[in-house]
């Protein structure tokens, strides 16, 4: 009985680390590590060759080709890597870095980092656009003895790109949507005919 349960629940947290979010905006968080030198110029899980000069990155479950936004919480800084490698294998740790993508962090000379994860785009079609959006930190506040002014602070945004290639991932249920209303119109104009 105590090993049923035992795979009962392997079973369950598996499957929730298969349908880890892959859809277009989902965001993560976890701690990042980057490859020792043993890693480069030998093949990754999708058959390239590792280079430290390009952004590249392993994740466990995300699709090969997945863009993905990388922030470390504690500096804000953040890049934009492509899943080409399974790992890390280490508990507790979310995406694996090229040397490049730990400098541009800088995670480098610590070793390991809390980072935010966003999926912005697939098959290295950027999909979500960042953009600075103005936003009010602190509201004007008014006495006798002074005027403290309100200060500003840019703020990170996300819009969906225009023109995008590859349709098929974007959220299927607006299109479903967009047909019920379509036809609802046709059978509408049948009647009135």
Do not use: C, W
């Not at 349960?5 to 990042?32: M, N, P, R």
């Not at 002074?146 to 200060?151: E, G, I, N, S």
Request: overall charge positive.
């Amino acid at each position: 009985m105590h090993n049923i349960f035992k795979i009962i629940s392997f079973f369950l947290v598996f499957s929730s680390q298969i349908g880890f979010g892959q859809d277009l905006g989902d965001e993560s968080y976890g701690i990042a590590s980057f490859y020792s030198n043993s890693f480069y110029n030998k093949k990754t899980a999708n058959q390239e060759f590792l280079k430290k000069k390009e952004l590249t990155a392993a994740h466990r479950v995300l699709p090969f080709n997945t863009l993905v936004e990388v922030t470390n919480i504690y500096n804000k800084r953040s890049i934009i890597v492509r899943i080409n490698d399974r790992g890390p294998y280490k508990a507790g740790r979310i995406i694996d870095l090229t040397e490049i993508g730990a400098k541009k962090l800088n995670i480098r000379k610590v070793g390991l980092s809390k980072v935010k994860l966003k999926i912005i785009g697939f098959e290295n079609e950027q999909m979500l656009i960042p953009y600075q959006h103005l936003e009010m930190e602190t509201t004007p506040k008014f006495s006798k003895k002074f005027y403290q002014k309100t200060r500003l602070k840019y703020k990170k945004k996300y819009r969906l790109k225009k023109k995008i290639k590859n349709k098929k991932y974007l959220k299927k249920g607006k299109k479903k949507a967009t047909r019920k209303k379509k036809n609802v119109k046709r059978k509408n104009s049948k009647r009135r005919k």
